[in-house]
């Protein structure tokens, strides 16, 4: 796809708040958040832990290492999390016998019972949305192929003019 440069992009128009990319994606992930909030209060579980489950869920044990990959956060974000789950009572932290570098994360039989509770969440978000299963599953596609386009680039350094004009 041919990339626009700065002199063919109305220099006025480009820095409008609502015709950024970025804006409209952080406004509806605020909107879903608060959406999520109330349901999972009632789970006792923040976004980020609730999470931290589905993967948990899908998966069973984990390291902290393949949920940080899974989930896109370093382990400085995840362990206060994990650990706020563990005094939850819903997983369970271990070092790995085989390699004591390694923390294993595991769900407790409360944490695994959660997931009957935490079922019908998708439902109710898929009705909020007003969209069809349909609707669902191509935005979601189109978000993950833009994550994945997105980790493949890199921006040219504004100190560099030549990375500016290969752009």
Partial sequence: MPRSTPSEVDSQDVLQLDKQLCFALYATTLAMTKLYKPLLDR???TYPQYLVMLVLWEHGQ???????QRLF??????????KRLEVAGKV???RDAADERRVLVRLTP????LRAAASRLPLDIACATQCSPQEIADLRQRLHDLRRRLDLQSLPSASSPAKRRAA
């Fill in 43 to 45: 789970l006792g579980l």
């Fill in 62 to 68: 984990q390291t902290v290492s393949e949920l940080g």
């Fill in 73 to 82: 956060l370093d382990s400085g974000t995840l362990t206060p999390l994990l």
């Fill in 92 to 94: 369970e932290r271990r």
């Fill in 110 to 113: 409360a944490g695994q019972a």
